[in-house]
């Protein structure tokens, strides 16, 4: 039967979701632990990817286990994973449902800091700026639903089929003291470091180092050269996955309160 998993990680310390063979990936340590569990070998299927040290506070995968068990799993998974993983449901599925190309929408929230903050160290990424152009960042975000072609924006488009992309928001936030931003993007399906890629032109436009117009003519032009220059991994999180027959809310706190709903306004 096949199941499909809810769970969060924190991605510091892995090389990403997938398997990968420079570092531990998330995909590694969950089919490990199912295994040990099931004492069987089980294979897993993640509804995407994440880069090194990126986060999830939503992902989904399924696995097929023909063994029924009647003790509780999420309990016994969560015994066994390490801090930074955690299963918060298990959905049993009527049938072959793909938590990959299912999917239909993706969203991520990539979130900054202005100021050393040990507490904020690991889960957001800091950037001391403290005049940011939030009007001109916005203003390149909703281009994005303008355009398709998202293949000036992907550290390797050659491995893909094709770079179309269709963004559905793409919104930046700021809290009431101006000091953390966080920048909110959803879409059918993301290429390699395109997120990353995005809110680093992002920045650079809050930043003064690039106009509005210089990161639209790469939108319009795919093909242009650019330099490319990813933001750091650790303010990113995949933080919603949405099905036709499945829409979860997060199960993570930590990240609603890291989202901070009361206290962020739209630039």
Same mark, same amino acid.
């Given at each position: 039967?096949?199941?499909?998993?809810?769970?969060?990680?924190?991605?510091?310390?892995?090389?990403?979701?997938?398997?990968?063979?420079?570092?531990?990936?998330?995909?590694?340590?969950?089919?490990?632990?199912?295994?040990?569990?099931?004492?069987?070998?089980?294979?897993?299927?993640?509804?995407?990817?994440?880069?090194?040290?990126?986060?999830?506070?939503?992902?989904?995968?399924?696995?097929?286990?023909?063994?029924?068990?009647?003790?509780?799993?999420?309990?016994?998974?969560?015994?066994?994973?390490?801090?930074?993983?955690?299963?918060?449901?298990?959905?049993?599925?009527?049938?072959?449902?793909?938590?990959?190309?299912? /999917? &239909?929408?993706? !969203?991520?929230?990539?979130?900054?800091? #202005? *100021?050393?903050?040990?507490?904020?160290?690991?889960? %957001?990424?800091?950037?001391?700026?403290?005049?940011?152009?939030?009007?001109?960042?916005?203003?390149?975000?909703?281009?994005?639903?303008?355009?398709?072609?998202?293949?000036?924006?992907?550290?390797?488009?050659?491995?893909?089929?094709?770079?179309?992309?269709?963004?559905?928001?793409?919104?930046?936030?700021?809290?009431?003291?101006?000091?953390?931003?966080?920048?909110?993007?959803?879409?059918?399906?993301?290429?390699?470091?395109?997120?990353?890629?995005?809110?680093?032109?992002?920045?650079?436009?809050?930043?003064?180092?690039?106009?509005?117009?210089?990161?639209?003519?790469?939108?319009?032009?795919?093909?242009?050269?650019?330099?490319?220059?990813? /933001? &750091?991994?650790? !303010?990113?999180?995949?933080?919603?996955? #949405? *099905?036709?027959?499945?829409?979860?809310?997060?199960? %993570?706190?930590?990240?609603?309160?890291?989202?901070?709903?009361?206290?962020?306004?739209?630039?």
């Amino acid at each position: 039967m096949r199941y499909f998993f809810h769970i969060g990680y924190h991605g510091t310390n892995y090389s990403g979701w997938q398997i990968h063979p420079d570092g531990i990936g998330v995909q590694q340590v969950l089919e490990n632990c199912l295994s040990q569990v099931f004492k069987v070998p089980i294979r897993i299927v993640g509804c995407g990817r994440t880069d090194a040290q990126v986060h999830a506070s939503q992902f989904f995968f399924h696995a097929d286990i023909v063994t029924p068990w009647d003790f509780d799993l999420p309990f016994r998974l969560n015994n066994l994973l390490p801090d930074d993983i955690a299963v918060f449901d298990i959905i049993p599925m009527d049938g072959r449902q793909h938590a990959r190309f299912d /999917a &239909y929408e993706r !969203g991520y929230d990539y979130f900054i800091h #202005t *100021y050393k903050d040990p507490f904020l160290s690991g889960f %957001s990424s800091m950037y001391p700026v403290k005049d940011w152009d939030t009007g001109s960042m916005n203003r390149a975000a909703v281009l994005l639903l303008k355009y398709n072609d998202y293949h000036a924006f992907c550290k390797m488009p050659d491995r893909n089929q094709h770079t179309l992309c269709n963004i559905s928001a793409a919104k930046i936030f700021t809290d009431t003291t101006g000091d953390r931003l966080r920048f909110h993007i959803s879409a059918n399906r993301f290429l390699g470091k395109m997120v990353r890629i995005i809110a680093g032109k992002i920045i650079e436009i809050g930043t003064g180092k690039l106009s509005v117009d210089e990161f639209e003519s790469h939108l319009a032009d795919p093909m242009k050269a650019q330099v490319i220059k990813p /933001a &750091y991994p650790q !303010g990113l999180y995949l933080s919603k996955v #949405t *099905y036709p027959y499945l829409d979860v809310p997060s199960r %993570s706190h930590f990240t609603q309160m890291l989202s901070g709903e009361n206290t962020w306004v739209k630039s």
